[in-house]
């Protein structure tokens, strides 16, 4: 019988550089502030992966704005955020582990060799390996890919992976508690 795989959850490059973001975020003394959470950790990692998001003036004129207050308040957190961010994802995407955690972080399909979508969920390590070291251009080991999985398994069961939930998200935004966000809150509970 084969063995079921716990399967990743959520997506997004956020999740990802999240626990290294906080470390850096300690040292450098910026916890303090207050000002680094969800989502403008998502606002600076969608600038710093994608600079030109700010010359868009028409489409994201909300981000561009939220950037603004919050440059103008903390100008030096700001760019040293974005430096780290982007230091963070070069160096990644040039080492097995970290091309393997951003791929799964931004991917849930992949397209084989017939154009067909294939779910990332149902291939082996060593499948996923194999495509990614043509990705990549450089060799990715079963073995990275099964950590990097397990890694991913591990922040989505975490807090962090907590906060992720629409339930949660709706929360945030309304302050309401509906009997779904209850049921799921205990569930949650439940699995640590």
């Given at each position: 019988m084969p063995r079921l795989k716990k399967t990743q959850e959520f997506y997004g490059l956020h999740l990802a550089i999240a626990p290294e973001l906080e470390k850096h975020i300690g040292k450098r003394g910026y916890a303090g502030l207050g000002i680094f959470h969800r989502e403008t950790t998502l606002l600076l990692l969608r600038i710093a992966s994608r600079p030109e998001t700010l010359?868009?003036?028409?489409?994201?004129?909300?981000?561009?704005?939220?950037?603004?207050?919050?440059?103008?308040?903390?100008?030096?957190?700001?760019?040293?955020?974005?430096?780290?961010?982007?230091?963070?994802?070069?160096?990644?995407?040039?080492?097995?582990?970290?091309?393997?955690?951003?791929?799964?972080?931004?991917?849930?399909?992949?397209?084989?060799?017939?154009?067909?979508?294939?779910?990332?969920?149902?291939?082996?390590?060593?499948?996923?390996?194999?495509?990614?070291?043509?990705?990549?251009?450089f060799g990715i080991t079963a073995n990275s890919v099964k950590r990097e999985r397990q890694r991913v398994v591990e922040i989505d069961r975490s807090p962090l992976g907590f906060l992720e939930h629409p339930e949660v998200q709706q929360y945030y935004r309304d302050g309401k508690m509906t009997p779904a966000l209850e049921r799921f809150r205990s569930r949650w509970k439940e699995k640590k």
């Open positions: 010359t868009y003036y028409q489409r994201h004129a909300d981000k561009i704005k939220s950037f603004g207050s919050l440059y103008a308040k903390h100008p030096d957190a700001v760019l040293d955020i974005l430096c780290f961010i982007r230091k963070t994802l070069a160096d990644w995407r040039k080492e097995q582990a970290g091309f393997v955690r951003m791929f799964l972080r931004t991917h849930s399909f992949v397209s084989n060799t017939k154009k067909q979508l294939v779910s990332i969920a149902s291939m082996t390590d060593k499948e996923l390996a194999h495509y990614l070291s043509n990705e990549a251009g």
